[in-house]
């Protein structure tokens, strides 16, 4: 196998010969972008042109073999370790390239549970896929009554010969309205208990076989974006080969599928969602801004921007002993949650110390540089908290899976 060293160095030949390096030495005040946030604001023709040229970036990779670094070589993946792949991630965050956020779900969540649960054809037909940009996936799993408490969900699927016929509604699903396919959870026996009643399905969403019945609609969120969508499904019929996993093992696809979307997350979306952690909360520009204006030397300012920082670092560190365990072998599990967890807890003090310091500056936008551009925070946390299992269900989850403790 070759070595991590020698590895980085490939990756940097590559990376320098298609894409520009970015210049870090380059910062200050109104340098560059001032954008901060936990979800980039988009307009829908930027929304659409940002995922083409992340298909694009995706082919480039995988095509010269950066595409899957630790997949197996039998799925289109180099058959490298994870720490050759975070090598990878590491040296391509020095570059200029699209961002990869609307891959997140794809390649950090999905195509593992395919690769863990999914039928011959699918592994060897998508997953490479998956992992080019070809097949872009979502998620079908929270409903209107079954977020956090997916055990309640009512979308049913009905076995009739070689198709199950599917209706409900689905919410919340990130980027469906862009999908080729879409991970689908349905109760397929109501007399079942709530967990063992449950069949996972990867629904075609676009080109030929994709079934009738399904009508994707945008939801607005008050940031102004648009990358979730409310899913109605009716009579929606599929042929059980797109079935994942066994007939009413469902949960057990899920809990693969929540644990890895969960440790995806706590990592801050690093190496799909652009700058991952460092660009959700950066502690460099918070010093930039308190200095800017001239309460640098404020006592109680200094302190707030302390547990900021060490918030930050906690956070960091954290996401790479979930990334070192399952790089070990771990499998994704309860305990990935607590990265999940400590991401939405330091952007959470981190939106409210932001806009403690800034006062009326973060709900009027006065043009002034580094400023209004923090709102993007403070609205978009809010969403940080719910997606990937609200903070309550987390502590619930560790408290009982992780330590054991008494419901």
Request: proline share 4%; with cysteine; charged share 20%.
């Amino acid at each position: 196998m070759q070595s991590v060293a020698d590895f980085r160095a490939d990756a940097e030949a590559f990376l320098a010969t298609h894409a520009s390096r970015l210049d870090r030495d380059v910062s200050g005040w109104e340098v560059g972008s001032d954008a901060v946030g936990a979800y980039q604001v988009l307009t829908d023709a930027e929304a659409a042109a940002a995922i083409e040229a992340a298909r694009r970036w995706r082919r480039t990779l995988f095509d010269a073999g950066f595409g899957w670094v630790s997949g197996p070589v039998e799925y289109g993946g180099r058959g490298l370790t994870l720490e050759h792949e975070r090598a990878f991630l590491a040296c391509e965050a020095g570059y200029d390239v699209p961002a990869q956020t609307a891959f997140g779900s794809t390649i950090g969540m999905i195509a593992p549970s395919v690769l863990a649960h999914g039928p011959a054809w699918m592994r060897d037909e998508l997953l490479a896929a998956m992992h080019r940009g070809d097949v872009l996936a979502c998620q079908l799993l929270s409903e209107p009554g079954a977020g956090s408490d997916l055990a309640a969900l009512r979308t049913t699927a009905r076995r009739d010969g070689d198709e199950w016929v599917i209706d409900g509604q689905k919410v919340w699903s990130s980027n469906a309205h862009h999908a080729d396919v879409g991970l689908l959870l349905a109760r397929s026996d109501i007399n079942a208990p709530a967990r063992r009643g449950t069949t996972m399905f990867l629904l075609p969403l676009r080109g030929p076989h994709a079934p009738g019945g399904v009508d994707i609609r945008p939801l607005r969120q008050m940031t102004g974006a648009a990358d979730f969508n409310e899913v109605f499904l009716t009579g929606v019929r599929v042929h059980d080969r797109y079935r994942v996993g066994e007939v009413h093992g469902g949960w057990d696809v899920l809990r693969t599928t929540l644990g890895n979307e969960r440790a995806a997350i706590g990592a801050g979306g690093a190496g799909y969602g652009g700058a991952g952690l460092a660009g959700l909360a950066p502690p460099d520009r918070v010093i930039q801004l308190i200095r800017h204006l001239g309460v640098d030397s404020d006592p109680l300012v200094r302190q707030d921007v302390a547990r900021l920082v060490s918030g930050y670092e906690i956070t960091r560190f954290t996401a790479l002993r979930t990334a070192s365990a399952l790089a070990a072998g771990r499998e994704p599990g309860p305990w990935t949650a607590t990265s999940k967890l400590f991401l939405s807890q330091h952007l959470n003090r981190s939106a409210g110390t932001i806009a403690r310091i800034l006062g009326a500056r973060i709900t009027a936008d006065s043009g002034e540089w580094g400023t209004f551009a923090w709102n993007q925070l403070l609205l978009g946390v809010v969403g940080v908290r719910i997606g990937g299992g609200t903070d309550e269900i987390l502590r619930n989850t560790i408290a009982e899976k992780v330590l054991g403790l008494p419901r």
